[in-house]
């Protein structure tokens, strides 16, 4: 089977740099997704690693190491619109399984 | 066109009623997936459709019938359904399932109340 852990909560101010941590058990892993989801909104994705090392996208970084079953996902610069819930999600079992973890609620405070 | 509809935004329905969700994309998209998330958690994967033939089936009750008429339209078809079945269901699609990159982009959901 599969599993991902990730923090349940986290909360920050604007302005600042949060890390939201995501570890993860499967087999036959093929990569790391990102998504944010607004209150009532629908997934958006963000990021997807597949190798190690640290993939950018504006104020987002993505972070993978395949060895310790860990990712990472940065936001830098943060503003008020990004308080959602982040999912990492794992795709495995040689791409047949893709699963979301728990997800993390950020909050950004003024 | 970055979009996937999804008909209708709410939909309440009894345990005896049979109806219908629809999805549609127009991205070229291959794969095609549905998913059921329950309020605070993650979304679950329900089916999978891969070039228009069911790749995953996640041992979904039969109550819940999928089916993709082509490549760009989604069905689930549901049939005597129990109030623990309401949720969101989210439909997604990404270019394929072949390549391993997995940019899956969701359509808006089907608030589904079961009475």
């Known amino acids: 089977g599969q599993s991902l852990e990730q923090p349940s909560e986290v909360t920050a101010v604007e302005g600042a740099i949060v890390q939201i941590n995501c570890t993860y058990q499967?087999?036959?892993?093929?990569?790391l997704s990102w998504y944010q989801q607004h209150d009532g909104g629908a997934p958006t994705f963000l990021s997807y690693n597949a190798l190690d090392g640290l993939e950018e996208t504006g104020r987002f970084s993505s972070f993978l190491s395949r060895s310790d079953s860990y990712g990472y996902l940065l936001l830098q610069e943060l503003q008020m619109k990004d308080s959602a819930s982040y999912f990492c999600?794992?795709?495995?079992?040689?791409?047949?399984?893709?699963?979301f973890g728990p997800g993390t609620r950020l909050s950004v405070l003024p | 066109d970055t979009e996937v509809t999804q008909t209708p935004k709410h939909l309440v329905m009894g345990m005896t009623n049979k109806k219908s969700l629809k999805c549609e994309q127009h991205?070229?998209?291959?794969?095609m997936y549905w998913y059921k998330q329950k309020a605070k958690k993650p979304p679950e994967l329900m089916f999978v459709?891969?070039?228009?033939?069911?790749?995953i089936n996640e041992s979904v009750p039969s109550r819940f019938s999928p089916e993709c008429p082509n490549s760009s339209l989604l069905n689930l078809h549901l049939h005597a359904l129990q109030p623990e079945d309401s949720a969101l269901y989210l439909c997604?699609?990404?270019?394929?399932?072949?390549?391993?990159?997995?940019?899956?982009?969701f359509g808006p959901g089907t608030r589904l109340t079961v009475l």
């Open positions: 459709y891969s070039y228009e033939k069911l790749s």
């Open positions: 997604a699609s990404s270019q394929d399932r072949t390549s391993g990159y997995n940019e899956q982009f």
């Open positions: 999600a794992v795709l495995g079992n040689y791409g047949q399984n893709f699963v």
């Open positions: 991205m070229g998209h291959r794969a």
């Open positions: 499967t087999s036959g892993f093929y990569g």
